[in-house]
């Protein structure tokens, strides 16, 4: 009896592994696909495509596959296994093109199942039509002429952040700063909230969240994963109370659309229920001020590793401030930033806040003469792209001077996406970093702590590997 036990469980992990291992070739059972690797089952290369990027250097894993298959590093295609799923890597402005252009026809966003598991109600409830409302009217409360009124605001919370986080300090650690910051704004742009405490509370939370979004979806206890899915029901809990509290103001007349996001979403977005939009408020406050807390750490090391790119920024917001009567930051200000804004971009060029997205087939399609299959999914790289040669010469150089007259060519700088689902933050997001950076050069010089051991970690977002200290001193 303890035999045949013994045999029956050996010979149902047998047949289990076969199936596993018939499934995963049947995904690579079709005719022309692209050349690529396909990796171990159900792992696929996964390991390599993330170890890449823990070393800094994300787009070693699409490069050095690149110089495998083909002659040429221009736009080109290749097959890997990534995440459970079959997937089709795309390469270069052709095939940032070929994606950007062809969204909701042949392909659609893809997020990993750890997503939809902390942000349940993201599978239940969306769909393109919702997708497309939600993006219209986050893009009519994020134009330019609809942020003109918050600069100011923006302006008030930098300096008094810089006030309190960073005046009377001899060293300090710049990227829990600056989500600190960006986090701020966040909330006051889009839930009027300005009582630090609170902020505080929900930015911990809210920290907790962003952490496990992309991490291994196991549901233990400790794992990022576990941690991040009791946050999201504690976020999820105290946004919906915030969101039954305003829809009673507006209802009274107590509150103006135009208030915040949270208003103006109220006002625009339909029937839905409090739990569906509280998602949908947290997603829009981590995409708002998590990339943009990315850029403003990278732009302090950047600035401290190059003082002669420092002193051209330091002389552009001398000027402005030379000339202008009254105190306080205005939109005709943010607009005479040009060369700061170069800064700014080329910081996002070689450190692209969002490194890639994973797009999904809808249909079966033809691309650079390769099949591929509906339901595999398709991976775009932003790091890859802008560090090409044939697009940016000498990439690995820093050099704002990029982008001075027409800039870079179509789809070869894509920090932002680009199509339907460009990100509709880029106003916003230039307006709160040009705010920090005026805020900053103004006040403070500063130095590498330690520039060799300054090194960049991609997991699965870019950040310090030892959060960016420095030594600061007060400007004179």
Request: charge should be positive; hydrophobic fraction near 40%; proline fraction near 7%.
């Amino acid at each position: 009896m303890y035999l045949t036990l013994i045999f029956l469980s050996i010979s149902s992990i047998i047949v289990s592994l076969l199936l596993l291992l018939r499934k995963h070739f049947s995904h690579f059972s079709y005719q022309n696909l692209p050349p690529g690797k396909i990796g171990f089952p159900l792992i696929g290369e996964s390991f390599s495509f993330l170890s890449a990027g823990r070393r800094g250097h994300p787009e070693k894993f699409i490069t050095d596959r690149v110089r495998r298959f083909y002659s040429s590093s221009s736009s080109c295609v290749f097959k890997t296994h990534l995440f459970g799923s079959p997937t089709a890597v795309v390469t270069g402005a052709s095939g940032n093109k070929f994606l950007f252009t062809n969204e909701n026809k042949l392909v659609v966003s893809w997020w990993p199942d750890s997503v939809n598991k902390i942000f349940p109600s993201s599978m239940q409830t969306s769909s393109k039509e919702e997708a497309k409302k939600l993006r219209m009217i986050l893009s009519q409360f994020m134009k330019p002429e609809a942020l003109r009124k918050y600069v100011g605001v923006m302006d008030e919370i930098a300096q008094r952040h810089f006030e309190m986080e960073w005046a009377n300090q001899d060293q300090l650690m710049v990227f829990p700063l600056t989500k600190k910051f960006t986090f701020s704004i966040a909330c006051r742009s889009f839930l009027s909230m300005d009582d630090p405490e609170r902020v505080r509370q929900l930015r911990e939370k809210f920290n907790t969240v962003g952490v496990g979004v992309f991490s291994i979806p196991i549901d233990l206890p400790g794992t990022r994963f576990n941690r991040a899915i009791k946050a999201s029901r504690l976020l999820r809990k105290e946004v919906s109370a915030i969101i039954r509290q305003r829809k009673e103001e507006l209802k009274d007349g107590k509150a103006l659309e135009e208030k915040d996001i949270l208003s103006h979403m109220l006002m625009n977005i339909g029937e839905t229920k409090d739990e569906d939009l509280a998602d949908k408020i947290i997603g829009v406050l981590i995409g708002g001020h998590d990339t943009a807390s990315i850029v403003c750490t990278f732009i302090v090391n950047y600035l401290a590793e190059f003082p002669h790119i420092y002193q051209r920024v330091l002389q552009e917001q001398n000027e402005i401030l030379n000339q202008k009567k009254e105190k306080g930051l205005r939109w005709e200000d943010i607009e005479k930033m040009r060369y700061s804004w170069n800064v700014a971009c080329e910081v996002m060029r070689i450190v692209p806040p969002l490194p890639g997205t994973f797009r999904e087939a809808i249909d079966h399609f033809s691309f650079k003469g390769f099949y591929i299959p509906k339901g595999w999914k398709l991976y775009w790289s932003a790091t890859a792209t802008h560090m090409n040669p044939d697009y940016f010469p000498e990439p690995e150089r820093f050099d704002p001077n990029r982008f001075e007259g027409s800039g870079p060519k179509p789809y070869t700088y894509v920090p932002f996406g680009g199509g339907p689902r460009m990100c509709p933050g880029r106003e916003y997001g230039r307006l709160e970093i040009l705010i920090f950076m005026h805020n900053l050069v103004k006040r403070f010089k500063w130095e590498l702590v330690s520039p060799k051991e300054n090194k960049i970690v991609v997991d699965p977002l870019p950040i310090p590997s030892e959060g960016l200290p420095i030594r600061i001193f007060p400007q004179s």
